[in-house]
């Protein structure tokens, strides 16, 4: 998928289900926040 292609389909979602996340699912976004680069100087916090 190229970069136009995801901005034309992308949406934002306004209802959520009551289902919880797998906790593996959990462990993996907060890594993926931890790895990610920053410009930032400031250390980030997660909540």
Same mark, same amino acid.
């Given at each position: 998928?190229?970069? $136009?292609?995801? =901005?034309? $389909?992308?949406?934002? !979602?306004?209802n959520?289900?009551? $289902?919880?996340?797998?906790? $593996? !699912? =959990?462990?993996? =976004?907060?890594?993926?926040?931890? !790895?990610?680069?920053?410009?930032? =100087?400031?250390?980030?916090?997660?909540?």
């Open positions: 998928m190229d970069f $136009e292609q995801l =901005i034309q $389909e992308r949406y934002s !979602v306004r959520f289900t009551p $289902e919880h996340l797998p906790q $593996e !699912v =959990i462990d993996r =976004i907060l890594k993926a926040g931890h !790895v990610a680069p920053t410009g930032e =100087i400031q250390p980030f916090r997660f909540y």
